[in-house]
Each structure stands twice: as structure tokens, then as C-alpha cells.
């Protein structure tokens, strides 16, 4: 009995206790404001290294307290946005997802009398295809698809060097090429001409086609694993991002990297904010902020992405200003595409396309059925043969 | 009647992170987008076969593989001093305190064109060989992987088995051949059916070791499966159609191997143990 006292008395001091501090907490949130931020990882300026932390900064300027957290791919976004189980105020997609949450109707319109820094952003930067009427995303960084060579692997002059050597059986087996179905099938519609976000499911037969070809002169299909494998001289060539060419020629010195002029895929992470963000106006107040060139170029530096503004350049190291692999000419940049959302169906598609390319064959219905038709009659066969011997015995 | 109480915390355990995630790969296996009834996921499913047969025969070759490396040393195990068996026992687990991914990386470096092995090769004059992006290196990395799992079970039933039924065995005059067929085989066939299991299941179903040993291009269920929930399609309904018709084969080759396992009950009958 005294047992069950002491107990209650426990439960009832613990629960005053969680009670209590679930006020003062509550309390405390009133006073400040706090906004969740959620990005890329290694996306912006933390504070390492000597650097500006843009977070803290933020607070400093605005007294707003930012909740920073960050994510690993597009898709993950989507997924922890859809299910609504976590709130954001400002998150920062890329291209083709900011077109997908536009037309699934998750984005809040911005307020662009209330981001008066905007007027930075390059004209060439609004209104591009994801975003056609320029009212729910403001553009952070960008990026252009290029290619890595090894100089000592390669015989080509780099200004001979565009997609079609991608394709060269001198170089079969030295050659990377995306892991991923939207950024490896972008490689060979630039090459015989389509577009990027084409509809039509015929015309990604021919790209797929396309890559059938290569697929014997690939070394292998990765992402990330393009430093060791480049930087190590195991491979000659790998298509991948231009913002990462700074880590890549660093680590190896006979590594050059082409932007191919006949056209490249331009990708673009913005700003936006979520319909059911809860501080939509503090939102805007961070948009705006980062849209300070002297905050953008902060960012700009750390990441090693490009940034869409020019005022936020001018404050760059010339070196890296002027670099044309981050900056290259406006020829390059006119002819680059940026991709936009596909549908579903046709997303499934390029899907099966993509795992036909690398596995080399075409799936069958009829041969899985088989399989599982196989796996139950040999069950039942050892089944049956069991019974029989447990009889005899 | 108070160990009975704690049993509902495990009760409770079991429901929330066993079943109710079963009936969600259950309900979104049979749904569209729009939450809808449809069957048309599987019709999906059925364009992959392909890297379904993949996946099963390279998960069934690396089991094979494993059971022939791990028998022997299971045996060879159990016949040395207890001291040096716990000794050799934790040597094996050794590389399994290490992280997967890291263990599966390491193994990249050495099969690579510039690698290690083939680096060993060029000083003794022997061209390069390609080992790595092929389905040779997955099969390798997985039976490395997984090798432990075969090689524990079966020692420790071999270790379980009484040396009197063996050397009453030998009394009635069987050979070594004849003991270890008749007596040691059999009676160590559940270890051997747990081990078969615990390496059949995680092979056919492994994602990274494809991605870092096979160059991308042998493509496993588990790829396929990541690639629904992680690649530009994002669709649940077939990474989950996916995943269900893995479990049922799974399910079934666990039946098939569940038939084997029937030494207990003979024994039972026979009145050995």
C-alpha cells in the first residue's frame, strides 16, 4: 500500500513537472519569433573557418531566431512536406521540384513588394521555365552541368571537347556517367537535339536508345563517387556539376573541366515558401535578407556555387568572379536548359527507360510470375517429398 | 503477474514498429495516388523482372559461396581449444564492428583498375583485369559481408553436438566419411538452414554494395526499391508493390527452407536428445 503511495506521488510530481516546464517553454516561444529554415546541407555560410554565420547575423539584424535544418535530395523534401509533418517557413528546392510543388498547389505566392532586395536578382534569372509567372520562388544559387577530363587520358584540345566525346569508343571504359535518370537522359537529349522536358514518349525512346549505345563504353553509372574515381586517374571523363570543379581540380592538377557550348543543363535551387509555413512574414524578411549582396556573396563563397546576382559578384575575389567555369560567357548560358516537372506517368516511364539502359534488358511480366510460379511449386515439391519420407519412416 | 505487465511494453513494441508498418507497405502496395484500389503497381512491378532474377541468383550464388567457405571453417572451429575458439569466433566479428559502407569502400580501392590487386598483378606481369562494375565483385562483396552470418550458426550447432553420439558413431565401426555424412551433417543441418537464411535474405534484398562494387549497371531490388523513395520519381505505391513482392518471395524461400529443418523432431522421435 505505502508502495502504491509512493508511486502516485512520483507520477503526480512528474507530470507537474512536464507540465510546468511545457509552460515556461511555451512562455519563452511567445516572446521570440522563431522561423524554420530548411536547406541543402553544406549550403550555406555556418561561421567555420572565419567565415559569416548568415544564421546569426539574421537574428542579430531582425531579432528573429532561425531553426536551421537541412536535407539530402529534392525527393526527401517533397516526402516530409507532403506528409505535413513538420511546418517550414522557407525551404529551397531545386528547378524541376519548385515546378512540382507549384502545380500540387504547396507553395504560397510571394509578397515581393516586402523583398525589396529582389531588384539584385539578374533579370536572366526570373521568370524561368519552373517558375513561369514569377510568383512563388526567389532564386539562391545556380549551377551548370559540364564535363571533367583527365589531360593526361584525354588527347582532345578542350575546345574540342563537348558531349560527343562521351560517346567515343577511343575512351570505352573510361568514362563515368550519371547515376540518376533525369541528369544521364539530359546528356544525350543536348546531344541529338530535344528538349530536356519533353513530353513526348517517343522521343525519350530515341534518348534512351542513345544511351543504350554508350552504355558499353561506360566504366560505371555513380554520383558522389566521381572525386575518388577522377581524382585518382581510374576514369578519363565524368559529366557532373560545375560547383564542385573548384574541390575536384584542387585534388588532382591534370583534371580540366568543359562547359560544352552546344548546350548544357542549367539547374537553379530558390527560395519558396510552404503553404502551411506559420511565419510567412518573417519568411519573407529572411528572402530578403539573403537577397543582400553582401549576405549572398558571403554564401556564394562558402558554397562555391554561382550566385544570380550580379551586385553579390562584384564582391567576390576577382579570380573566382571571373572564373569561367563558375561565370562562363553568356553563349554558354544561352543555350543551357533548366528542367521543369514531368508527369507522374511519364516519370515511371523514363524510370523503367533507365533501369532497361544499365541492366541491358528488357523486363518481362511474364518472367516474374514464372519465378514466383517456380518458388511455390518447388515449396510445395519439397513439401510433398517430406510427407512421403516421414510416412516411409 | 508483473513479468506478464512488462511483456505488453514488447507487445506494444511489436505493434507499433512491426505491424502497423507492414499494413502501410500492405495498403500502399494496393493504392494509387489518389488512394484509390489498384493493381496497377504490380503490372509495374512486373517491367523490373529482369532485376528481380538478378537479384535472386546473385544472392542465391553469394549463399552458395558462403555456406562452402563457412562450413569447413565452422567445423574447423569447433574441433580447436574452447580458449582459441572464442579467440577465432571474435576475429570473425571483428570487420562486422565496422561500419558496412566503410568495409564495402575499401573493397572498391582494391579492385579498381588502379587498384591494389591489380597494381599486385602489373609487378608480376599480368595485365590488368577488370574486377570492379562487375556482377563477380558484387557477388564478392557480399559473401564477404555476410560470410559471418553463415559461419556463426553453424558453429554453434556443430558446437551444441554431444561427442558422445560421434564417438558412438566411430564404436560401431562408421568412418570419417560416415560420421560426418550420417551424424555430424545432419545433426548440424539447422544451424546450416539459419545460416542459409540469414545470408539469402539480406543478399537478395542489399542496395549500396551494387551502387559501389557493380559500377551501377547490375542493379539489385534493393536499388530499385531505394530509387522509388529516394530518386526523381518519388513514387511509394511501386517502391512499396515492390518490397511486397520481395517479402513474398523471401516468405516463401524461408517455407521451402523451414522443410529441411526437420532433425529436431526425428531426433525427438528417436528418442536421442
Known amino acids: 500500500m505505502k508502495k502504491k503511495l509512493f508511486f502516485f506521488i512520483f507520477i503526480f510530481f512528474l507530470s507537474f513537472i512536464v507540465v510546468f516546464s511545457f509552460i515556461l517553454y511555451k512562455n519563452s516561444q511567445k516572446s521570440k519569433i522563431t522561423i524554420n529554415v530548411y536547406n541543402w546541407g553544406e549550403y550555406i555560410s555556418d561561421g567555420s573557418n572565419g567565415a559569416l554565420n548568415v544564421n546569426e547575423e539574421f537574428t542579430k539584424r531582425t531579432g528573429i531566431y532561425v531553426n536551421y535544418s537541412t536535407f539530402q535530395s529534392n525527393e526527401s523534401l517533397f516526402a516530409k512536406i507532403q506528409n505535413g509533418g513538420a511546418k517550414y517557413d522557407v525551404i529551397i528546392p531545386s528547378d524541376y521540384m519548385i515546378s512540382k510543388m507549384i502545380k500540387m498547389d504547396m507553395l504560397k505566392k510571394l509578397d515581393f513588394e516586402k523583398i525589396p532586395n529582389y531588384s539584385h536578382i539578374d533579370e536572366s534569372f526570373r521568370s524561368l521555365e519552373y517558375d513561369p509567372t514569377n510568383e512563388y520562388s526567389v532564386p539562391y544559387t545556380w549551377g551548370l552541368v559540364g564535363i571533367f577530363y583527365n589531360k593526361k587520358l584525354v588527347d582532345e584540345e578542350e575546345k574540342n571537347i563537348n558531349w560527343n566525346i562521351l560517346w567515343n569508343k577511343k575512351y570505352s571504359g573510361k568514362i563515368l556517367m550519371f547515376d540518376n535518370p533525369r541528369d544521364a537522359f539530359a546528356i544525350s537529349q543536348i546531344r541529338i537535339g530535344i528538349s530536356l522536358n519533353s513530353s513526348k514518349k517517343s522521343e525519350w525512346l530515341k534518348a534512351a536508345n542513345d544511351l543504350k549505345q554508350q552504355k558499353p563504353l561506360v566504366q560505371a553509372y555513380v554520383m558522389d563517387q566521381i572525386f575518388d574515381k577522377m581524382s585518382n586517374g581510374e576514369a578519363a571523363l565524368a559529366p557532373y556539376y560545375n560547383g564542385d570543379a573548384a574541390t575536384l581540380l584542387e585534388r588532382n592538377k591534370d583534371i580540366g573541366f568543359v562547359i560544352p557550348k552546344e548546350g548544357t543543363n542549367k539547374f537553379v535551387d530558390a527560395m519558396c515558401i510552404p503553404k502551411n509555413a506559420e511565419h510567412p512574414v518573417e519568411a519573407l524578411a529572411y528572402i530578403n535578407f539573403m537577397c543582400d549582396p553582401k549576405i549572398a556573396a558571403e554564401n556564394i563563397k562558402y558554397i562555391g556555387y554561382s550566385s544570380p546576382e550580379s551586385a553579390a559578384k562584384s564582391q567576390l575575389d576577382p579570380k573566382v568572379a571571373n572564373n569561367k567555369i563558375c561565370y562562363p560567357d553568356d553563349q554558354v548560358l544561352k543555350n543551357a536548359q533548366v528542367f521543369t516537372a514531368l508527369p507522374d506517368e511519364l516519370n515511371a516511364f523514363i524510370d523503367s527507360l533507365w533501369v532497361n539502359i544499365k541492366t541491358g534488358e528488357e523486363g518481362n511480366p511474364f518472367a516474374l510470375i514464372a519465378v514466383l510460379i517456380g518458388f511455390i511449386l518447388l515449396y510445395l515439391i519439397v513439401f510433398l517429398l517430406k510427407k512421403k519420407k516421414n510416412k516411409t519412416v | ?273
Open chain 2, 1 to 273: 503477474m508483473k513479468i506478464k505487465n512488462f511483456s505488453i511494453v514488447y507487445i506494444l513494441w511489436m505493434l507499433i514498429f512491426t505491424i502497423i508498418p507492414m499494413a502501410l507497405i500492405f495498403i500502399f502496395a494496393f493504392t494509387d495516388k489518389s488512394g484509390e484500389f489498384t493493381l496497377e503497381n504490380f503490372f509495374y512491378v512486373g517491367r523490373y523482372s529482369n532485376v528481380f532474377l538478378r537479384s535472386i541468383g546473385l544472392g542465391a550464388i553469394s549463399t552458395i559461396v558462403c555456406l562452402i567457405l563457412g562450413y569447413p571453417l565452422a567445423y574447423i572451429i569447433s574441433k580447436i581449444s574452447v580458449d582459441k575458439q572464442n579467440i577465432v569466433i571474435m576475429l570473425i566479428m571483428l570487420p562486422m564492428w565496422i561500419n558496412f559502407l566503410l568495409r564495402t569502400y575499401a573493397w572498391m580501392t582494391i579492385l579498381e583498375n588502379n587498384g591494389l590487386l591489380n597494381r599486385f598483378l602489373s609487378i608480376l606481369g599480368v595485365a590488368p583485369i577488370s574486377f570492379i562494375n562487375t556482377s563477380g565483385a558484387v557477388v564478392l562483396g557480399m559473401v564477404y559481408n555476410f560470410l559471418p552470418y553463415m559461419i556463426l550458426p553453424i558453429y554453434s550447432a556443430i558446437a551444441k553436438i554431444d561427442k558422445r553420439i560421434v564417438e558412438a558413431a566411430q564404436d560401431l565401426g562408421a568412418g570419417k566419411c560416415n560420421v560426418f555424412l550420417k551424424v555430424l551433417l545432419p545433426l548440424s543441418l539447422p544451424g546450416v538452414i539459419s545460416g542459409i537464411t540469414m545470408v539469402f535474405v539480406p543478399a537478395v534484398s542489399t542496395f549500396i554494395i551494387s551502387k559501389m562494387l557493380g559500377g551501377g549497371a547490375n542493379i539489385l531490388i534493393g536499388d530499385l526499391i531505394e530509387m522509388q523513395f529516394l530518386g526523381s520519381t518519388y513514387n511509394p505505391h511501386l517502391g512499396s508493390a515492390i518490397s511486397f513482392v520481395l517479402m513474398i518471395l523471401i516468405f516463401i524461400s524461408i517455407g521451402i527452407m523451414n522443410q529441411f529443418d526437420d532433425s529436431d523432431e526425428d531426433l525427438d522421435e528417436v528418442g536421442c536428445k
